[in-house]
């Protein structure tokens, strides 16, 4: 009798040892699945930005006047580079040629970085003309259309001189087009709102008036 006392106990036991293992089996499954569905927040976080990653110019960044910087700016920038292309074989002096290619250099990747801005916010990036100016709608081509602008003739007139009247005439008009660009670029930096526009307006204004100073200095000794 004792004996059979022993096994419904001992059976007992065991009964209530399977269940407590189920019971903590559902739990742990329960727990993984819940961790495995719901990460930690920050590695969400991480997960969105991925899938939703900020662009150089995004559509929310930038305002009317950037857009007009960027569209001014190319064209005006174009000209110069070709002015700049003019002193490779029309200069006499090395500086004029040193000052030339210096131009060259900074502007030519500024004119690329404002395309990109353009087509990020699907705004039209202006073509070229024979003067550097393009040729959207609605824009006069004028050689007061935009400050410091060199007309057609302008430029006609500078591709027929060489020697020290190229020289000349190459820095009386780049000191002209750089004070346009100046106009240009301090519009931008009291009007605009993408930071990088007005960013390279206060590399414009700081570079090209430090340009003007040496071309000035140039032109008092022709």
């Not at 969400?44 to 559509?59: I, K, L, Q, Y």
């Not at 070709?82 to 500024?110: F, G, T």
């Not at 057609?152 to 002209?176: C, P, Y």
């Amino acid at each position: 009798m004792a004996s059979r006392r022993s096994l419904v106990r001992r059976a007992a036991s065991l009964a209530t040892a399977a269940t407590a293992a189920t019971v903590l089996a559902a739990c742990g499954s329960s727990s993984d699945s819940s961790s495995s569905a719901s990460p930690a927040p920050g590695h969400s976080g991480h997960d969105m930005g991925a899938m939703h990653p900020s662009g150089t110019a995004s559509a929310g960044g930038h305002d009317p006047q950037d857009v007009s910087f960027a569209q001014g700016m190319i064209p005006h920038h174009r000209q110069a580079v070709a002015m700049a292309d003019l002193a490779a074989s029309r200069a006499k002096s090395p500086q004029v040629k040193d000052l030339a290619a210096k131009i060259k250099q900074a502007q030519d990747p500024e004119i690329n970085t404002m395309s990109g801005w353009l087509k990020a916010w699907g705004e039209k990036v202006p073509g070229v003309g024979k003067s550097g100016m393009d040729s959207m709608p609605g824009m006069d081509h004028s050689a007061s259309s935009m400050p410091g602008m060199m007309s057609d003739e302008d430029m006609g007139k500078l591709k027929g001189l060489s020697g020290d009247a190229f020289d000349k005439a190459f820095l009386q008009m780049m000191t002209s087009h750089h004070q346009g660009a100046i106009e240009m670029a301090k519009t931008e930096q009291a009007k605009g709102a993408y930071a990088p526009a007005k960013t390279m307006a206060k590399s414009i204004v700081t570079s090209q008036s430090a340009e003007i100073t040496e071309m000035n200095k140039m032109l008092s000794k022709q």
